[in-house]
């Protein structure tokens, strides 16, 4: 089972966390996948998920960049490795609750693909090199993040996990955001499931 590093970036109240766990295990029917990470210098991970409900806390990553969370979570996970204490704990996969959370109930799920691995998977399907627009790019990686109600975030997670490039597409594209750049999955998903035509596929055709 996949885990994934939850941070905040401001102090969050535990209610908010707790509520976000909650909305995320109903949606899927598991148990709670995200693992707190309280503070950089913290030693002890809840390698397959943190049980709610938790308690306050002081964020020791106020204020930290989106950069500065994937690259503790890379160096962090490479480091619970070497001792086999890693578990579920995915490299790919980065959860945020910011100040926004408490009041419009929204995480910032944060999701990255190696470039060789996406150059291969567009090769194989015969279609031409590019990247979905709102991607931030190294020579190594590509990273997508959205911002999701708690409500929808397994929807966005579950689709996106096997990182398929069509999927990625679909998601990234704004006309499914609000005006406050809140991802809403009801149509891509409705896509997916073949239960509406693709607008875009429709017109070209």
């Known amino acids: 089972m996949t885990s ?18 909650t909305a995320f295990s109903h949606a899927s029917e598991d148990p709670n996948i995200f693992c707190l990470v309280r ?7 809840d390698e397959w998920g943190t049980e709610p409900p938790v308690h306050d806390f002081t964020t020791g990553f106020r204020d930290a960049t989106d950069t500065d969370l994937r690259l503790y979570t890379q160096n962090r996970i490479d480091e619970l490795k070497h001792t086999d204490k890693a ?5 790919v996969w980065v959860a945020k609750l910011d100040e926004r959370s408490p ?3 929204t995480v910032v799920l944060q999701y990255r ?12 399907a015969e279609e031409e090199f590019g990247i979905p627009d709102q991607a931030d790019v190294d020579d190594q ?5 959205w911002r999701v109600s708690f409500a929808d975030s397994f929807q966005l997670f579950n689709s996106m996990d096997d990182g398929q490039p069509d999927i990625i597409r679909l998601y990234t594209r704004p006309e499914f955001l609000d005006p406050e750049g809140v991802l809403h999955v009801d ?3 409705k896509i997916i499931k ?6 875009i596929t429709e017109s070209v055709s």
């Open 4 to 21: 994934i590093f939850l941070f905040c970036t401001s102090d969050v109240p535990a209610s908010t966390i707790n509520q976000f766990m």
């Open 39 to 45: 503070t950089p210098d913290q030693e002890e991970f």
């Open 87 to 91: 578990g579920g704990l995915s490299p």
């Open 103 to 105: 009041q419009d109930s």
């Open 113 to 124: 693909k190696n470039r060789s691995s996406w150059t291969q998977a567009l090769e194989d």
């Open 141 to 145: 990686h590509i990273w997508w993040k």
């Open 187 to 189: 149509v891509p998903r």
């Open 194 to 199: 073949g239960e509406i035509p693709d607008p």
